[in-house]
């Protein structure tokens, strides 16, 4: 009998959720939108995973892995989650008793690392460090083979680190210059607005400062230039302290290709110490597919 396990990917404004098998090909996904009321989101999970059961009922459920947006503790009680509105929760006890199978919880973008660690960019790795550069800043890091969560479930929050770049800025956990405030597409945007044509414009994304970058603008390439350092300079205090094979980039702002990765890389190598220069970088493969298949990897991958 084909042994198989659910990935769930819960975000503030979706559910992502997938059937795995053990050998890594997604035999089923499907998406909804997220209920506000954390109560009417179990039930919606549980019910999804209920049709899915029926569909594939020649197979065996080995059980369910979670990510959710927030520090996690256990792999089980969840630390408050300020984009689904949260306090502490027990999900795996929440989600176990409403389906009957063993679920593991897991911080959201720890579950993306170890998705392409199995399935994707880090492929054939021990160790990588992963992050998810969009709106926020995510990052998840494993080392031989094991997520590094940390104490509180709040291991590898690379994106509130503190960095010497406007440090005057809030940030969304309540400190101010943390590295999301500058290398984020939020920051990005917020830096580009105070200069023209941005300033002026109803709507700024990120891929209009790349863009005007890409064009020449040379005010937009500073603050291009500012975000990769940034980073550059996340990963290599990452790299000082964990020494992974390789660094994955993910997320919307990673689309911008070369004129972000080659800065990124250049203050990596400047900066990183010097046994640890030999890190690769490669672009997520997974998209957002990759929770899902993180989910299941800590049944299958981890064990």
């Known amino acids: 009998m084909k042994q198989v396990c659910f990935g769930v990917d819960i975000g503030g404004t979706s559910v992502k959720l997938g059937l795995v098998d053990s050998e890594g090909p997604l035999l089923h996904k499907s998406e909804f ?4 009321d954390p109560v009417a989101m179990f039930d919606r999970i549980a019910q999804e995973i209920e049709q899915v059961k029926a569909q594939f009922d020649d197979c065996a459920f080995v059980g369910a892995g979670v990510g959710v947006p927030g520090p996690v503790f256990n792999q089980e009680e969840v630390k408050g989650c300020v984009n689904l509105g949260w306090g502490d929760i027990n999900v795996a006890t929440e989600l176990s008793s409403r389906t009957g199978l063993v679920v593991k919880v897991e911080n959201d973008a720890n579950l993306a690392a170890l998705g392409e660690l199995w399935h994707g960019a880090g492929k054939g790795r021990k160790s990588l460090a992963m992050l998810t550069v969009g709106t926020g800043i995510g990052c998840g890091i494993i080392a031989n083979g094991q997520i590094i969560s940390g104490a509180n479930g709040a291991g590898g929050e690379a994106g509130h680190m503190p960095m010497s770049f406007h440090q005057d800025w809030p940030c969304s ?6 590295l999301e405030v500058t290398a984020s597409a939020t920051g990005i945007i917020k830096a580009a607005r105070e200069f023209q044509p941005f300033k002026d414009m109803e709507k700024v994304t990120a891929k209009d400062v790349f863009d005007a970058a890409k064009d020449g603008n040379q005010q937009a390439l500073e603050v291009i230039q500012t975000a990769a350092k940034a980073l550059g300079m996340a990963t290599a205090m990452i790299g000082c302290i964990v020494n992974p094979e390789i660094f994955i980039i993910g997320g919307g702002v990673s689309a911008a290709g070369s004129i972000l990765m080659d800065p990124v890389v250049e203050t990596y190598r400047t900066q ?18 990759a929770g899902i298949y993180g989910g299941a990897g800590l049944f299958f991958y981890q064990g």
Do not use: E, I
């Open 33 to 36: 939108d997220s209920p506000r």
């Open 173 to 178: 956990c309540g400190k101010t210059g943390c």
């Open 272 to 289: 990183v110490f010097s046994a640890a220069r030999s890190a690769t970088f490669a672009l997520a493969q997974l998209g957002n597919n």
